[in-house]
């Protein structure tokens, strides 16, 4: 062999060499359901009153699953659900006609660009003043071919995100009556039952446990992951005598539905973000690695919210860059979409059963009440602004303005709220 072919080979190596590269860097990692190091940050609300275009944050390598908040209205104008995101879109004069739904179809390629980076993205209903509930099981039913129309797998001469197609939906429901919502997410899941799509569907309880809203459906319904909100109450990551991942974990292994359920540690991204149980970077580290050893079911990190964690020094990057290791399958999951589970209406909570070992205190079950008023027969010709309550404001002029809700339920108490 000549000097010159020699040349000539190397160089052929050297080009199948920068080739393999090239396409190695294109290669986009799918959602993998199965990880104990996933971080899913809501966006949505303007936290921080820095916001950017969900397309801004889809280019966070670090960032999972983004479950848009909020939904927070289930039947507003013309029977139509009613959806929130602050100083990117929401309700005003680019509403579809006879209703109070916004078109927000130029986030399409936005939602798409998330997903082409194998993020999934949900819608998230509720939040801690929305007015959500369902009055009865058909009530619930219709409610999800609404869902699935607008926002899923269907179709409908009304989609709010144009032609993109979520990935499925989040509840994160704080008030309102708890029934039905094991229709709701069964109806759902028998919607998606053949589409070649995977849908998800997680919720957000909050950490007592159980959760007042949600604990019936988490007990009678298959979720994929619970993103459980550790701040705002007595069980909070800030507490840790308190901390009460270990119930969580053995309900996930023994009572829900979905055997191989995740279940999420949910942190502010900044103090500012919750009324408290922000805790420093290295403290949220030191835990999760702690339920990463000693929990099955843990599934990783919730944060509350993208423009929180992003202006508080990119929190979540130094969290997820701490957390991710190897030690989780790769495996994507099962690309088939469950079977739903056999549904029982009940309107009051069932306690689950549990180990002696893991047995929660007493005082870690809200106290029973009286569910509140569905209001989901309103049809809303005058819909109040729930951010008008919301903790943290922009500097505007006050109103005397009252919006009615719930008294909280203690130790339970709201978390979710809405950004002006």
């Known amino acids: 062999m000549t000097f010159v072919q020699e040349m000539r080979g190397g160089y052929r190596c050297l080009s199948i060499l920068v080739a393999w590269f090239v396409l190695c860097s294109t290669l986009v990692s799918a959602f993998s359901s199965e990880r104990n190091d996933n971080l899913a940050v809501y966006w949505g609300q303007d936290s921080a009153n820095n916001q950017q275009r969900l397309s801004f944050y889809c280019e966070d390598d670090t960032i999972d699953a983004i479950p848009l908040a909020f939904l927070y209205i289930f039947f507003g104008a013309g029977g139509m659900p009613v959806i929130d995101f602050a100083n990117i879109c929401s309700t005003g004069g680019n509403n579809f006609p006879g209703t109070d739904l916004a078109d927000c179809s130029f986030m399409a390629s936005d939602i798409e660009q998330c997903q082409a980076k194998g993020k999934i993205v949900t819608l998230s209903l509720g939040g801690a003043t929305a007015k959500v509930g369902f009055s009865s099981s058909s009530q619930a039913s219709d409610f999800a071919h609404t869902i699935w129309n607008l926002f899923l797998g269907g179709s409908s001469s009304m989609r709010p995100f144009g032609s993109a197609v979520l990935d499925g939906v989040d509840l994160d429901i704080e008030n309102g009556s708890n029934a039905f919502y094991n229709t709701f997410v069964n109806t759902l899941r028998s919607l ?40 705002n109450n007595f069980c909070e ?29 949910g942190a502010p991204g900044s103090p500012g973000s919750a009324g408290d149980g922000f805790v420093s970077s290295g403290t949220l580290i030191n835990v999760v690695k702690e339920a990463q050893q000693k929990y099955s079911s ?123």
Not at 204 to 224: T, V
Not at 382 to 405: C, E, F, M, Q, Y
Request: glycine share 4%.
């Open 192 to 231: 998606a039952q053949n589409a070649k799509k995977r849908y998800y569907v997680t919720a957000a309880p909050q950490c007592p446990f159980p959760d007042a809203e949600l604990g019936n459906a988490l007990n009678s319904a298959f979720f994929d992951a619970v993103y459980v909100q550790f701040y």
């Open 237 to 265: 990551t800030s507490a840790p005598s308190e901390f009460n991942m270990a119930t969580w974990d053995n309900w996930a292994k023994t009572v829900s539905p979905n055997r191989d359920i995740k279940v999420y540690l």
């Open 298 to 420: 843990f599934g990783g990190v919730m944060l509350w919210d993208a423009d929180s964690a992003q202006t508080n020094g990119r929190y979540q990057v130094t969290v997820k860059n701490a957390i991710q290791n190897g030690a989780s399958s790769p495996n994507p999951g099962s690309t088939q979409n469950p079977t739903p589970t056999s549904t029982h209406p009940a309107t009051t909570q069932t306690k689950p059963h549990s180990s002696s070992e893991t047995q929660p205190p007493a005082t870690t079950q809200a106290p029973t009440h009286t569910a509140a008023p569905s209001s989901s027969a309103s049809s809303a010709t005058s819909i109040p602004d729930p951010r008008w309550t919301a903790r943290v404001k922009r500097p505007i002029a006050k109103r005397n303005l009252t919006v009615g809700h719930p008294t909280p339920r203690i130790p339970r108490r709201p978390s979710r709220l809405f950004k002006r």
